[in-house]
C-alpha cells in the first residue's frame, strides 16, 4: 500500500494492491453483514409512536461479543434504561455503521477492484474520509474482539502465538492500524 496523502484540490489518496483492497472490501463487508443482520424486528411490543417514526429497534443487547462492543450499552449499571436507549437508538448506529463501510467498498471499486486492477486508487472527499475512518475503527474492533485483544499485553501475546491463522490475523489487524494511522496523519 502507498499511504493516504492529501492532493491539491483537498482530496485524499492512497494506492492498494488488489489483494489489500479485497481484504478491506471482505472485512467491511462482514460487518455490514453482522450488523445488518442484528437489524431484524424488536423482541418487545413497538411503542406505536416510534414504530411510526421507524424507531423500533432490538431492546436486548447483543449475544454475539462483537457486536457488544460495536453496539455497547449506553447504561452499564441499567439494563432497563439501557434497553429502552437501544430501543429508540441502536437502527440509527448501526445504520450509519453500515454505510460508513458501504463507502469503503464502493470507493475501492471505483478506484478499480471491481474490474480486477492490480493496483486499487482510492481518491476521497472530506465526508469519506470521516467513513473511512469510522468503518477502519469497526473492522478494528471486531478483529480485536474475535483475537481477544483488550490490552497491550494481549497484543503482544497474540504475536508470540505458535498458531499461523492467528499470527496472519493479528497481522492483518496491524496493518489495519497502519492503514488508519495513515488516514488520521492526513485528514
Known sequence: ??????????????????????????????????????????????DPLAQMIGMTGPALPPEDPVLARLLPDAYRDDPQESAEF????????????????????ESLEAGGLDVG???????????????WLRALTDIRIALAVRL????????????ESDDEAT???????????????TLVNVA
Not at 484540490?9 to 455490514?32: D, I, K, M, P, Y
Not at 437501544?86 to 467498498?105: C, D, P, Y
Not at 486492477?117 to 467513513?131: D, F, G, S
Not at 496472519?168 to 488508519?180: K, N, P, S, T
Open 86 to 105: 437501544r430501543r429508540f437508538t441502536e437502527q440509527s448506529l448501526s445504520s450509519g455503521k453500515v454505510a460508513n463501510a458501504h463507502v469503503v467498498i
Open 117 to 131: 486492477a492490480k493496483h486499487v486508487e482510492v481518491e476521497l472527499a472530506e465526508p469519506q474520509v470521516m467513513a
Open 167 to 181: 499470527l496472519a490475523m493479528g497481522d492483518v489487524f496491524d496493518w489495519l492500524g497502519y492503514v488508519q494511522e
Open 1 to 46: 500500500m502507498k499511504p493516504f496523502r492529501r492532493r491539491r484540490r483537498g482530496t485524499v489518496t492512497a494506492t492498494f494492491e488488489l489483494n489489500e483492497a479485497q481484504l478491506l472490501v471482505n472485512l467491511a463487508s462482514q460487518v455490514v453483514e453482522l450488523l445488518q443482520d442484528r437489524n431484524g424486528p424488536s423482541e418487545s411490543e413497538p
Open 148 to 159: 481477544g485483544i483488550e490490552t497491550e499485553e494481549d497484543a503482544e501475546r497474540l504475536a
